[in-house]
C-alpha cells in the first residue's frame, strides 16, 4: 500500500521530468525559442538584446514527459550592477538543471561571451546541447566551421541547428532534450504554461513594445509594474493599472512622448496582443513615473523580484 502511494507521487512508471536552462548571449533567439516550443508566447522577444530579466519557466507536457525550460537573461559582462545581478540570477539556474541549451546565434557570434559561458558549463558538469539558430540566414555551408570551431571547446552531447523563428529543426532539438531527462515526477499540472503570472506578462509585454518603439539606452532604463488585475464580477472585463519607471525625467518626457503619442501608441500595441490572446474586455491605463537610477540601487532591484 505504502509502495503504491509511492509511486503516484514519483509519477508513472517510465515518465521522464526534468528541468532545461536555455543560456546564450543576448539575442541569440532563447525566449524565441521558448515561446515555440511551448506554442504560446510567454516571453517577450525583441531585436535588442538584454530583454529578459528575471527567468521564465515555462512548461511542455507530454502523456509520458515533463520538461520545465528556463529561459535565463543574457549572461553578458558588465561592471553595471543590474548586469552582476543578471550573472548571478544565471549561474544560480544552472545548478538546478538536469541539461542545458546553450543557444548560439550563427550570424552575430559573441567568442567572449561563448568562452565565458562554456567555462562556466564546465564546472557545472551539465549536459549540453549547442543550438545553432537562425539558419534561416545563412548558407547551410557557413555551419560547418562554426560547428567544428565550437566542438573542439567543449564535449556537446550534440549539436542541432535550428530557426526557432520558423520552427525548423525543433522537433529534433526535442528530441534531444528528451534523451536526456531522467525519469522523474510530473513536477506540474499538465495545463500549466508557466510560472509567470499574467501581471508579469503584461508588465513584459508593455518592456517589449517600448524596447521595439524607443531608442538605445532608454529601454534599459525602465521597468514596469502591473498591479494585480481587477475584475468585473461576470470576469467579462479586465481592468489593468500599470506604472513604468524610468530613471530621469528627460526619460519620461521620451516615454510619455508629444501629446502622449508614445504610450499611447505603446498601450495600443498591447491591447492589440492581448486582444489575440484573452477573451475579455480589457481596460489598460499606463502611468510613467522617474525614480531616480532604480537600477543602481538595491531596494529597486529587490522590489522587481532581481535580488532577493
Ligand atoms: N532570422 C531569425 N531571427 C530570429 C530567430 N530566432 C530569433 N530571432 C530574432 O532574434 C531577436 C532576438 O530574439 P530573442 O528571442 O528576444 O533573443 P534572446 O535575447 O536570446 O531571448 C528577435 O528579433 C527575434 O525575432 C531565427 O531563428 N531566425
Ligand atoms: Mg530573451
Do not use: C
Not at 108 to 120: G, K, N, S, V
Not at 135 to 142: F, M, P, Q, R, S
Not at 177 to 187: A, C, D, K, Y
Amino acid at each position: 500500500m505504502e509502495n503504491d502511494q509511492l509511486i503516484t507521487t514519483q509519477g508513472k512508471e517510465g515518465f521522464r521530468s526534468g528541468f532545461v536552462a536555455i543560456i546564450g548571449a543576448p539575442n541569440t533567439g532563447k525566449s524565441t525559442l521558448l515561446n515555440q516550443l511551448l506554442g504560446q508566447k510567454i516571453a517577450i522577444t525583441t531585436p535588442k538584446p538584454q530583454t529578459t530579466r528575471q527567468q521564465i519557466r515555462g512548461i511542455l507536457t507530454g502523456a509520458n514527459f515533463q520538461i520545465v525550460f528556463v529561459d535565463t537573461p543574457g549572461i553578458h559582462e558588465s561592471k553595471h550592477l543590474l548586469n552582476k545581478v543578471i550573472v548571478d540570477w544565471a549561474t544560480k539556474a544552472l545548478a538546478d538543471v538536469d541539461a542545458v541549451l546553450l543557444v548560439v546565434d550563427i550570424t552575430r557570434r559573441w567568442p567572449a561571451t561563448e568562452l565565458a559561458i562554456l567555462d562556466l558549463l564546465k564546472h557545472t558538469g551539465k549536459p549540453v546541447l549547442l543550438v545553432l539558430n537562425k539558419i534561416d540566414l545563412v548558407a547551410k555551408e557557413n555551419l560547418l566551421p562554426i560547428i567544428n570551431e565550437m566542438k573542439d571547446f567543449f564535449p556537446f552531447e550534440s549539436i542541432i541547428p535550428i530557426s526557432a523563428i520558423h520552427n525548423e529543426g525543433l522537433a529534433l532539438l526535442l528530441d534531444e532534450t528528451m534523451r536526456l531527462m531522467p525519469e522523474g515526477p510530473q513536477f506540474y499540472d499538465a495545463t500549466f504554461l508557466t510560472d509567470q503570472t499574467k501581471e508579469m506578462f503584461v508588465a513584459e509585454l508593455i518592456r517589449e513594445k517600448i524596447f521595439l518603439m524607443a531608442e538605445e539606452e532608454v529601454p534599459y532604463s525602465t521597468f514596469v509594474e502591473v498591479e494585480p488585475f481587477e475584475f468585473t464580477r461576470d470576469r467579462k472585463t479586465i481592468t489593468i493599472h500599470a506604472t513604468v519607471y524610468v530613471e530621469k525625467p528627460s526619460q519620461k518626457g521620451i516615454i510619455i512622448g508629444k501629446d502622449a503619442k508614445f504610450i499611447r501608441k505603446n498601450k495600443r500595441l498591447v491591447l492589440e496582443e492581448l486582444k489575440q490572446m484573452w477573451d475579455a474586455r480589457i481596460e489598460l491605463d499606463i502611468w510613467v513615473k522617474v525614480l531616480k537610477n532604480w537600477s543602481k540601487d538595491q531596494k529597486y532591484l529587490k522590489r522587481i523580484g532581481l535580488i532577493e
